[in-house]
């Protein structure tokens, strides 16, 4: 199945503690200057929902960095919570929609 957004969506992979969150932050930044309304979706692949592990923390250093609107989701667990056993990428685009933003990350 293709994703179909509206706006851009780039997305950033990588091994733990090579800098995603870091990279993710300045891109974010960067975009804020260009006045654009940013979202920011971060992927707890740990199996399970999200709880108060890193990956909170990231998503919180997402909206410090200047996402207008940013979660967590893992295990069927979206958090800006939200509850559901599937959790594509493509729905989660398609859910983000409603804040209109220019990118996601």
């Known amino acids: 199945m293709a994703l179909v957004a509206c706006c851009t969506v780039l997305q950033v992979v990588g091994f733990q503690n090579s800098g995603k969150t870091t990279l993710v932050e300045k891109l974010i ?3 804020k200057q260009f006045n654009l309304c940013v979202g920011s979706i971060k992927h707890h692949g740990h199996g399970g929902p999200p709880d108060s592990s890193s990956e909170l923390k990231d998503s919180h250093r997402h909206q410090q960095a200047g996402a207008n ?3 967590v989701e893992g295990g069927g667990i979206l958090q ?5 056993k599937d959790w594509s990428l493509k729905k989660l ?13």
């Open 29 to 31: 930044k960067r975009a």
């Open 69 to 71: 609107v940013a979660s």
């Open 80 to 84: 800006l919570t939200a509850d559901s």
């Open 93 to 105: 685009i398609d859910f983000y929609q409603f804040f209109s933003p220019d990118v996601i990350f």
